[in-house]
């Protein structure tokens, strides 16, 4: 039919099998017998029934579910003995039938029918049907089927299905649907393209949910064979290698862009990168038996160089110790001269002699390498070493020839040094060219014995993606500032000619009082053993088994506080962690979006301060998301996501022991979360913060407008939350307003005030050189919409009045089309921006003309650290602690708004007071400092609830 198609290969199964997925909420971890159909074709919709079982005739055990799958036997299923008895029973009954009536059952107290009449290119509605329900075919059809009926009976009351959608197929012509007494063509309404669009990206989603329900079951299946552990017990933790679907490697050469919000993984570049080097080997007949080197060497030159090479003062000096192998050398080089970074660099390789001259004929010819050919063989540790005596860089990077770096490598690795202010050595993730892991920091244990933490196992995994200090990073690709590895002289040749000089190096490192850390947003594809092989019975490998020898005797005082070799590998991976903090929002923070993710992200923060190793779960769609999930992960927070963790129960099943605190951001979060944080992770304190009182903001808008039905919700919301505050252990709000108001509703519940945390951005463009009036939000909000159109309605046309070239700048994050469609040459809308300097350090005023909401404004804050002066109504400001005329101007009214911006806007001198004032507040007061002192305050508070101490 016109303006319908759907999507294909979404649904390839039986009518029957599809309406069986609308029926998952009632059949997950239940039991279900089968009768008149194949019990065992319909295990993948059933996924998370507890059990299939057929169904006897005449025999029924209690508490099943009993279901009949053959619509033309739907009629003798409801006279059959079993039947009787299951309702007898109390259980419920379902049938599909091909017929809307069936025998009336006696002994079913409830019943119901559900018309899965579908049509072609037809929406169709039906008032048994929730009207959020979309119906439509999946597939064209080549012949009309019957209508599918879903009829339900039970002497208790009927469950829902569930709610959303789903499919199956139907008969083909509009026509059909004048038959029968419920439903005529008045019922049914052609499809506009949109809606269409719509109904197949649900049904992709719906079909993607189903993948990750039978994934659940599968990992809970895991769990229940591990057993039960508890803090004492860490062999749960330590999950066998399992390699989970990854779109990109078993598609290979698929568009990364297409890929779906649930198939990307973190370590997708490298799969990108192997492929690169694939092409790049392939392309010259380096992996052949008569490589093109020449050629190979004449790509590299005719490159642009995206890497800045500076040969005098670089930030970093990459040396590349080479023996033999041309082909990985000149991969490798592919890769740096196509990589990006912020910092410049000089290559540096030094060649051990390699026994082939076509190295030595070669390499020299390559435009920006610098190359150093050894007198003798002396090893690959003299060879790094000759190399950092030759590095003119602040940093020196050893690099294995044989890898090749994927996209942020450098970066990241420098960037260790600035995150991590004890840092003495930071080193990358390496990842073997099919994807599998080789290492994510290494472990040492009691007896010496060295492990690459992770190996083989899938690299994605959450685990082995968010830094941390470890023991030792393997010296495939590490970097130590130039001054650091100075003084400790390089790799010790007491190991020479290889093998445990990292290990050693990084006890060094160590006991000069720095800390080593694994980054795995730095990654190389490492094509080990391509210079020394892997075997240890013989060649330079063999040295791997003395060496370490020689590195337990002289580290053995440190190695005897270890673990014995093996034992709980997860644990030890972090044996620096004392104590672990559980953060739990709906979904990943977006901190460039909305001022609430940017107070998550530095709460995180100010938790790793005072001592926590911090995880993260989004709570709803437990989704990595590869803009902002690497973001914690590079900070070493460690987030989880599917299809590794799936599911609060499932999670906290496992880790919930761990945990000596939770916190919980949302009302609507912690009521889902709470009984299983209360169940799985007892000891924890639970933190509940607020955010904002969502009840008030809820209610203030209702208020505003006229909405009665919304006021009331907001009442409901308000019980809610109060519960919320009672049950959790303390409660934190950024707002002294917010504080008072459960001081007075919930006086015995312990809260504390952490106020908006801030960064002072400064600035240096003065007065004059900037125009203009702006705002900030993220327009999912509907307080800041408000606000929108409340200013240009209502306070615009009075500044114009006065000052018509001023412009309204509306900045932020998923402006609403009604607001798009405000735009003209003197209101622009901008939409996200990556930088605010770039629209707080032009505007001369910021305009905050809130009129709901609830909670400090982020908006304020970030305003206020760049030297933005502030005019806002009350609530804009309400519960910040800011002095009016002296950090912001506040005004109500459109008139006081709009004379107080074009007061603040003409008046150099109140400009710059504002200015100052702000800038110093938020250094003074709102700091990172001030963040430690009131999460150490919130958790104080909350072990003296539990302690029954409050009032001591």
């Not at 038959?179 to 049904?203: F, I, K, Q, S, T």
């Not at 390089?490 to 190096?505: I, K, Q, R, S, T």
């Not at 914690?632 to 987030?639: I, K, L």
Request: aromatic share 8%; with cysteine; glycine share 8%.
């Amino acid at each position: 039919m016109d303006g319908f198609s759907a999507a294909p290969g979404v649904i390839d199964t039986a009518p029957a099998g599809d309406v069986l997925n609308c029926l998952q909420p009632i059949l997950d971890g239940k039991a279900v017998a089968v009768w008149g159909g194949d019990a065992e074709g319909c295990r993948e919709a059933l996924c998370t029934a507890a059990g299939i079982r057929r169904a006897p005739r005449r025999r029924w055990t209690k508490g099943e579910v009993l279901i009949c799958l053959d619509p033309g036997r739907a009629a003798e299923f409801c006279r059959l003995p079993i039947t009787a008895a299951a309702l007898a029973a109390g259980d419920l009954v379902v049938a599909l039938s091909d017929m809307p009536r069936l025998p009336e059952a006696p002994e079913a107290a409830h019943a119901a029918r559900y018309a899965c009449r579908l049509v072609r290119g037809a929406i169709v509605q039906d008032s048994r049907f929730p009207r959020s329900r979309v119906l439509t075919a999946q597939r064209p059809v080549t012949a009309p089927a019957p209508d599918l009926h879903i009829l339900m009976w039970s002497s208790e009351p009927l469950p829902a299905l569930a709610s959303g959608l789903y499919e199956c197929n139907g008969p083909g012509e509009v026509s059909v649907l004048g038959a029968g007494p419920e439903m005529g063509p008045d019922r049914v309404e052609r499809p506009v393209a949109g809606a269409v669009a719509l109904a197949n990206r649900l049904l992709k989603v719906e079909d993607r949910t189903l993948e990750l329900r039978r994934e659940i079951r599968a990992l809970k299946a895991r769990l229940a064979e591990r057993g039960g552990a508890g803090p004492a017990a860490a062999s749960h933790l330590d999950a066998a290698a399992a390699r989970h679907s990854w779109p990109l490697v078993e598609t290979p050469g698929r568009d990364p862009a297409a890929l779906g919000l649930y198939d990307r993984r973190p370590d997708d570049a490298a799969i990108l990168a192997a492929q690169a080097g694939l092409e790049f080997m392939e392309a010259h007949g380096l992996l052949g038996q008569a490589p093109d080197f020449g050629r190979a060497v004449g790509t590299l030159n005719a490159m642009p160089r995206a890497l800045r090479l500076e040969a005098e003062a670089p930030d970093v000096s990459i040396v590349i110790p080479i023996y033999g192998q041309l082909p990985y050398t000149l991969n490798c080089l592919h890769s740096l001269f196509m990589h990006r970074s912020r910092y410049s660099a000089e290559i540096i390789v030094i060649d051990d002699c390699s026994p082939d001259r076509s190295t030595e004929e070669h390499v020299p010819r390559i435009a920006g390498v610098c190359f150093h050919r050894q007198g003798r063989n002396g090893g690959f540790i003299q060879s790094c070493n000759t190399g950092g005596a030759l590095a003119k860089g602040r940093y020196v990077l050893m690099l294995n020839n044989d890898t090749r770096v994927v996209d942020e490598w450098l970066d990241e690795l420098i960037d260790g040094f600035s995150l991590f202010p004890r840092a003495g050595l930071v080193g990358s993730k390496m990842l073997y060219p099919d994807g599998s892991l080789q290492e994510a920091g290494g472990i040492v244990w009691r007896d010496g014995g060295a492990w690459n933490y992770g190996r083989n196992d899938d690299p994605n995994d959450p685990r082995y993606c968010f830094a941390r200090q470890v023991d030792y990073i393997s010296g495939c690709s590490v970097v130590l500032r130039k001054d650091v590895w100075d003084e400790l002289g390089g790799f010790d040749p007491h190991y020479a000619p290889a093998y445990a000089e990292d290990v050693d190096l990084c006890q060094r490192v160590i006991s000069r009082g720095l800390e080593v850390w694994f980054q795995p947003r730095s990654r190389v594809v490492h094509y080990e053993g391509r210079t020394s092989g892997t075997s240890t019975s013989g060649g330079v490998k063999a040295y791997q088994v003395t060496n370490l020898r020689k590195l337990f005797l002289r580290w053995r005082d440190r190695f005897e506080n270890f673990r014995r070799n093996a034992e709980a590998p997860y644990l030890e991976r972090e044996r620096h962690v004392r104590k672990r903090i559980l953060f739990i929002d709906a979904v990943t923070p977006t901190p460039d979006q909305d001022a609430g993710s940017a107070q998550i992200v530095m709460a995180q923060r100010c938790a790793q301060a005072v001592g926590y190793k911090v995880c993260f779960a989004p709570e709803d769609n437990w989704l990595f998301d590869p803009r902002y999930t690497p973001r914690m992960q590079r900070e070493g927070v460690e987030c989880f996501y599917a299809p590794f963790d799936v599911g609060l129960d499932n999670y906290l099943g496992r880790y919930g022991s761990l945990f000596d605190i939770v916190m919980v951001y949302r009302v609507n979060v912690l009521h889902k979360a709470l009984p299983a944080i209360r169940r799985l992770a007892p000891q924890a304190l639970v933190l509940f913060h607020v955010s904002d009182l969502h009840y008030l903001r809820q209610q203030r808008q209702a208020r505003l407008d006229g909405d009665t039905a919304a006021l009331q919700a907001a009442e409901n919301l308000k019980v809610l939350e109060f519960d919320m505050v009672r049950e959790s252990d303390c409660t934190i709000t950024h707002s002294t307003v917010e504080a008072e108001i459960l001081a007075q509703e919930v006086p015995e519940a312990p809260v504390t005030v952490w106020p908006l945390m801030s960064e002072v951005a400064g600035t240096t463009t003065p007065f004059e050189a900037r125009r203009d009036i702006c705002f900030l939000g993220g327009y999912r909000h509907p307080p800041n919409v408000d606000a929108v159109f409340f200013f240009v309605r209502e306070v615009l046309p009075l500044i114009h009045a006065e000052r018509p070239e001023i412009r309204f700048i509306i900045a932020g994050a998923n402006p609403t089309a009604e607001l798009l469609q405000l735009a003209s040459d003197r209101i622009i809308v901008t939409g996200m921006v990556d930088d605010l300097a770039d629209v707080f350090d032009r505007s001369r005023v910021f305009a905050c003309p809130l009129r709901a909401g609830a909670g400090a404004k982020g908006k304020v804050m970030s305003a206020l650290s760049y030297g933005l002066p502030v005019v806002s109504t009350a609530i804009g400001v309400e519960g910040a602690g800011l002095e009016a005329d002296r950090h912001v101007v506040v005004a109500d009214t459109p008139e006081a708004l709009a004379a107080a911006l074009l007061r603040v806007y003409d008046d150099r001198l109140l400009w710059q007071a504002l200015s100052d004032a702000g800038q110093d507040l938020v250094r003074e007061q709102f700091s990172l400092a001030m963040g430690k002192r009131q999460l150490s305050e919130a958790i104080e508070k909350g072990y003296r609830k539990r302690l029954g101490l409050l009032d001591a």
